[in-house]
């Protein structure tokens, strides 16, 4: 025995009566999200990522190749809070080894709050002959005051 057809359900082409519910498809439309505009990665900075050793030394190959320093050349560090900035200068203190990495001084590093095995970011300008290392903390506060971490139930990002 073979069960019974069921007949299909085809809906009315008639329009529902006006307090009636609407067909599907028809009505109002739904808001569409708006794609917010991204803005354009600096053409003048190159960003990259080292980690600071136990000697000091910080290293991102394209990062430090991009500004042409060489072996020998002087360079001058200046500090502040998370902050490294090293720029050619020829009365620096520190001169540049055949690698391509820079020794940041460890009462520099200390002054600065950086410590061996901190990963910083690295920000070469070769037109201003520079280049800033960002603690994690600095890159952080950046990144909040941005207001870009989105706020989780219970309040914790």
Same mark, same amino acid.
């Given at each position: 025995m073979t069960a019974p057809l069921i007949a299909p359900v085809i809906?009315?082409?008639?329009r529902p009566p006006a307090g009636g519910r609407r067909a599907a498809g028809g009505g109002r439309r739904l808001p569409v999200a708006v794609v917010p505009v991204i803005p354009a990665a600096p053409q003048d900075v190159l960003y990259g990522f080292g980690r600071i050793d136990m000697a000091g030394r910080v !290293?991102? *190959?394209? +990062? %430090?190749?991009?500004l042409g320093w060489r072996r020998g050349d002087r360079l001058t560090l200046t500090a502040e !809070? $998370? /902050? +490294?900035?090293? *720029? *050619?200068?020829? !009365? $620096?203190? +520190?001169a540049m080894t055949a690698k391509p990495? %820079? /020794? %940041?001084?460890?009462?520099? =590093?200390? *002054? =600065?709050?950086?410590?061996? $095995?901190?990963l910083v970011l690295l920000a070469a300008v070769p037109g201003n002959d520079t280049l800033t290392a960002y603690s994690p903390a600095v890159v952080d506060q950046a990144i909040r005051a941005h207001g870009a971490y989105p706020i989780a139930q219970g309040g914790r990002p």
């Open positions: 809906p009315s082409s008639a !290293a991102d *190959r394209a +990062v %430090i190749s991009a !809070a $998370g /902050v +490294v900035t090293a *720029r *050619r200068d020829p !009365a $620096g203190m +520190v990495y %820079i /020794v %940041i001084p460890a009462a520099l =590093c200390h *002054r =600065c709050g950086l410590e061996p $095995g901190d």
